[in-house]
C-alpha cells in the first residue's frame, strides 16, 4: 500500500489545468491512499473562489483527513531544524511528519521546491519534481 500526503499546490495545479495537470493527476492515482491536513480544503477553496471557480467535492473525494489530536510542537522544530517554511507549508509537512511511521514510508507530494527540499531532508520521498522557489 502506497499512502502520499498531498500538498494543496497539486491539487491546485490540476484544478486550474496548468501545465502537467494530467500527469499530476496520473501519479496521485497510482497511490493506494491519499491523505492530508484539512488547510488543504481551506487552501483549494480560496484559491477557487480567488478565480470564481466551483469547488466540486469529487476535487478532495480520495483524501483521507488527518487531525491531530495534540500540539505539532515537536515536528514544527524538527522541520524547522532541517529549513525554513512558511505558515502553512510548515503545517502540511509538520501533519504528513505527525503521522508517518518512518522515513521513507509516507511520499509527501508538493510542487512547492522549499517545501520538497525540507520534505526530502525529513526523508520523505517526493515523488515527483517541484517548482522553482
Avoid: C
Avoid at 63 to 79: G, H, K, N, S
Avoid at 82 to 109: D, I, N
Avoid at 111 to 122: E, F, G, H, I, T
Wanted: no cysteine; net charge negative; hydrophobic share 45%.
Amino acid at each position: 500500500m502506497s499512502t502520499a500526503y498531498v500538498d494543496t499546490s497539486v491539487l491546485t495545479a490540476i484544478a486550474f489545468d496548468e501545465p502537467g495537470a494530467e500527469a499530476h493527476a496520473r501519479r496521485l492515482e497510482n497511490f493506494t491512499r491519499l491523505i492530508s491536513s484539512n488547510l488543504l480544503e481551506a487552501e483549494l477553496r480560496a484559491a477557487l473562489a480567488r478565480e470564481d471557480l466551483p469547488f466540486q467535492e469529487s476535487m478532495t473525494g480520495r483524501i483521507d483527513w488527518v487531525l491531530p489530536d495534540r500540539p505539532l510542537a515537536f515536528e514544527l522544530a524538527t522541520i524547522l531544524d532541517k529549513g525554513y517554511l512558511r505558515g502553512a507549508g510548515l503545517w502540511h509537512v509538520a501533519t504528513a511528519l505527525h503521522v508517518s511511521p518512518g522515513p521513507g514510508s509516507l511520499y509527501f507530494a508538493t510542487l512547492d521546491a522549499r517545501q520538497s527540499a525540507v520534505a526530502d531532508a525529513l526523508g520523505f520521498p517526493v515523488p515527483w519534481e517541484a517548482n522553482a522557489p
